[in-house]
Structures are given as structure tokens and as C-alpha cells.
Nanobody
Framework: VQLVESGGGLVQPGGSLRLSCAAS????????MIWYRRAPGKERDLVAT????????GYVDSVKGRFTISRDNAKNTVYLQMNSLKPEDTAVYYC???????WGQGTQVTVSS
């Protein structure tokens, strides 16, 4: 399993970012995917999930209505569109499969004015 996250950066409150996660080494098109984040000094938490078909998604309450998870099975890539960003969204963001034990390097998102 290889997961490579990208798209993070520094953004002002209210701004937007689109994260990408390129996956390889497993059957991506038949695997549900998850975005996590780890804020400074905190545990890694689940942010959003998507089924392998993309037909169902789920979000933690704090991001509902602001974040959108999607996937492109032809490109083996899962995305996280983040709008109306808040300082409390600052974290390193990771993608993974359910129960996955191998982690990518993550991508840093910093929301600050």
C-alpha cells in the first residue's frame, strides 16, 4: 500500500484547498477510503469517508457542509475539497483504507491570517 497526499498549504480563514491522495498497491476501485487529520498535540481523527463506488460519504460533524470527499477510480485518487476553512482545521491530513496500518507522509494544512 502506498498513499501520497498533496495539496496542503497556508490559507487564510474562509479560504479553500483541495487535497489529493494518490493510491497504489491495492485494489483502489473496490476499497473504501478515509481522510484523517492530526492537529497539533492531538490524536489522529477521522474526517471523511467514501465508499468504493463513491455513492456514499460521511463526515465528522465539525466539517459537515464545508468539506467534500470524492474519488476518481480511473486515477486511483481520492480528494478532499475544503471550503470555509477555519483555524481549527489546521492539521496534517492523511488518507488511508479502513484498518490501514501503513501511512503516507500527510499534507500540512495551516489556516491562519
Amino acid at each position: 500500500v502506498q498513499l501520497v497526499e498533496s495539496g496542503g498549504g497556508l490559507v487564510q480563514p474562509g479560504g479553500s484547498l483541495r487535497l489529493s491522495c494518490a493510491a497504489s498497491g491495492f485494489a483502489f476501485s473496490t476499497t473504501d477510503m478515509i481522510w484523517y487529520r492530526r492537529a497539533p498535540g492531538k490524536e489522529r481523527d477521522l474526517v471523511a469517508t467514501i465508499t468504493f463506488t463513491g455513492s456514499r460519504t460521511g463526515y465528522v460533524d465539525s466539517v459537515k457542509g464545508r468539506f467534500t470527499i470524492s474519488r476518481d477510480n480511473a486515477k486511483n485518487t481520492v480528494y478532499l475539497q475544503m471550503n470555509s476553512l477555519k483555524p481549527e482545521d489546521t492539521a496534517v491530513y492523511y488518507c488511508n483504507i479502513p484498518g490501514g496500518i501503513y501511512w503516507g507522509q500527510g499534507t500540512q494544512v495551516t489556516v491562519s491570517s
